[in-house]
């Protein structure tokens, strides 16, 4: 997608001129360290391996993670409340969890390093009985 100079809409944009123009940005700067590459957190890793080569082979390293560019004002929010500028839950504190409560995202997908301390507080997480064993009135 592409905004044109005039234009209050993106519209797309083919990928062969999606290069070109990226191309003559790129080309066009000083120094390649007046350029910024980022990509999402939610990038494979396969991709963002190739991405970091491409970037560092463009001459700079200014590929800023998902940690520092998302993450950027929690941690200065958390700084200035609780001391300290990232999360104050450890993977261990799972394990001595009376409740876990996961709101707003998909530990699956984002936080694949938590799934193992999920599995480890569902398996210790108190029985219910079946629904499928219990007798109806």
Excluded at 84 to 98: E, N, R, W
Aim: aromatic share 8%; net charge neutral.
């Amino acid at each position: 997608m592409i905004l044109r100079a005039g234009s209050d809409r993106y519209s797309p944009i083919p990928w062969n001129e999606a290069f070109q123009l990226i191309g003559r940005e790129l080309n066009a700067l000083q120094s390649p360290d007046e350029a910024v590459f980022y990509t999402s957190g939610r990038t494979s890793n396969e991709a963002a391996f190739l991405y970091q080569l491409f970037v560092r082979e463009f001459g700079t390293n200014n590929l800023p993670d998902c940690s520092n560019m998302c993450h950027e004002s929690s941690g200065k929010a958390l700084s200035s409340t609780l001391g300290i500028g990232k999360g104050s839950v450890t993977l261990d504190d799972f394990d001595h969890a009376d409740l876990v409560i996961i709101l707003g995202q998909n530990p699956g997908t984002n936080h694949p390093r938590m799934l193992t301390a999920l599995e480890r507080c569902k398996e210790k997480a108190p029985k219910s009985p079946s629904t499928h064993s219990k007798k109806r009135d």
